[in-house]
Each structure stands twice: as C-alpha cells, then as structure tokens.
C-alpha cells in the first residue's frame, strides 16, 4: 500500500519528502548532541574540580538524588502535587480567561469600561498579593491553584480579546449584509478565525500555569516541586534545588509538546 502511495507522487516531490525528513532527523540528532556535550562538559567540570559540585551539582548527582526521592516514595507525590496544581489552574485560567473574552468582545461598552483594570492587573506583580492570598484561602493547595488562575487568566484574556478584535471588519460585515446575527458571526467567523491565537494563547499559558504554581509553592506548600527547591535552598541541599529544577523542565517541556500535539490535531481538522 506504502509502494503504490508513494507511486503517486513525482520524482522531485519524493526527493523533498525524503530532504525534509533527512532535515528532521539531522535537527533532532544535533539537538541531543548538544544536550548530551553539555552533560558531559557539566559532568566533567564536577569531576575535575574545575567548578564546586557543592554549589553547581552535576549529572551523577542530580541523578542520586532522584533516585533517593523515589526510593523513600516522595518523588511522585511531590510531581503529582504540583502537576495538579498547575493543570487544573492552567485549565480554569484557559476556560475563564476565553470566556471573559468572548464577553468583552460582545459589549464594546464593557470592554472599554474593564480594559483598564484588566491593563492595571496584568501589570501588577502577582506575587504582592501572596499574604492576601494566603490570608484568604488559607495554606493548603487553593491558594497555590488560586496563584495559578491568577497569572494565567489575565494572559488568556488579553491573547483572545486581541485576536476576537482583529477579526476581519470585511467578512463581518458581509455576513452582517447577509442578514447573520452576531451569535452566528460569533459562532461562524469569530471564533473558527481565532484558532491559531488560541494555540499562541495555549502555549504561552503553559509557561504561566507553571510560574503559578511554583510561585504559589514558593509563597506557602508542604509538597511540591516548588517545595522541595524552596527547601533544598534552605538546607543548603543544591542536588535537591536542581533536582527538582531538571524535573520541571521535563513536566513543561512535555506539556509544551502536548499542546503543539492538539495544534496539528486541530489544524488537520480544520483543513479537512
């Protein structure tokens, strides 16, 4: 079946599939190079003394202690705690934040009476509002998630709102000439047109969803990622503090690619 697709195509256009994906292969193997020199160069400076593993750490190490947290059963409790905590304030930020959104962009009048504050918001330093957070809901995991929602949601609002704007005024106002209620412009225009600023929106919210938590952790936790780099700097436990760092570059990363995952699911769709 692979032999008769393949027969379809022409002769040039088979030579740039196989170009691209020679392209791919070697962009990916450059990229593990880099990672694996950069590890090694790392792992040898430790060695060697030529930096003090004390306050850097090394490879070896960080691995160590990974493997410690798993064997007394805290290194997945401490992932799942600020995984949770960061997808469910990454999803409630995404939901509101759209919402919020679309509301706006229904009453002009609404828009220009909250804009400002919204402005005045996002510009604030989250992080100010951590006593307040703190004296509202407590010290359990509400006000981390809370922290989260807040450092998301006003992002979601200002991508989308952005994007429900710029919709083409020409398009709109065909289908106004063709007797479409705003619900329908809303539904048929609108909302399809501003696929790729909701991924954009998606994206970027990954990385706030996880400055959110890990902030929220840093402010008040007893479990989290957040947690143990707060500790790790207090016992001055360094292995601890990169430990924990390297793991989260592995959760965001992983949740980065997820969303670019739904990017081509929905992309596909639509040009289907």
């Not at 170009?19 to 791919?24: A, G, L, P, T």
């Not at 290194?75 to 939901?95: D, Q, R």
């Not at 919020?100 to 400002?116: C, D, I, N, Q, Y």
Request: proline share 3%.
């Amino acid at each position: 079946m692979k032999k008769q697709k393949s027969m379809g195509f022409s002769a040039e256009h088979r030579q740039f599939l196989k170009k691209r994906r020679q392209n791919v292969a070697l962009v990916w193997s450059l990229r593990l190079g880099i990672l694996v020199l950069l590890l090694g160069l790392w792992e040898l400076s430790a060695d060697l003394g030529w930096v003090d593993p004390f306050l850097t750490s090394s490879p070896s190490r960080i691995a160590n202690t990974i493997a410690s947290l798993y064997d007394d059963g805290t290194l997945f409790y401490h992932i799942g705690t600020t995984l949770w905590e960061t997808l469910a304030g990454f999803a409630i930020a995404v939901a509101v934040g759209y919402g919020v959104a679309l509301a706006l962009w229904w009453s002009e009048t609404v828009r220009k009476m909250l804009e400002p504050y919204i402005v005045v918001i996002n510009a604030l330093p989250k992080i100010a509002l951590g006593p307040l957070i703190i004296i509202w809901f407590g010290t359990g995991s509400t006000a981390i998630l809370f922290m989260t929602v807040l450092v998301g949601v006003i992002v979601a609002i200002m991508h989308m709102l952005s994007a429900f704007i710029e919709t083409d005024k020409n398009k709109m106002l065909l289908l106004r000439s063709m007797g479409a209620s705003k619900f329908q412009i809303l539904t048929r225009l609108v909302v399809p047109s501003s696929l790729p600023a909701f991924i954009s929106m998606l994206k970027v919210n990954v990385g706030m969803a996880w400055i959110g938590s890990i902030m929220g952790e840093y402010i008040v936790s007893r479990a989290g990622l957040g947690y143990l780099i707060v500790y790790g700097g207090q016992v001055f436990r360094l292995d601890l503090v990169m430990s924990a760092t390297l793991i989260l570059c592995v959760l965001a990363a992983g949740m980065y690619f997820l969303v670019v995952l739904l990017e081509k699911i929905l992309l596909k769709n639509t040009e289907n």
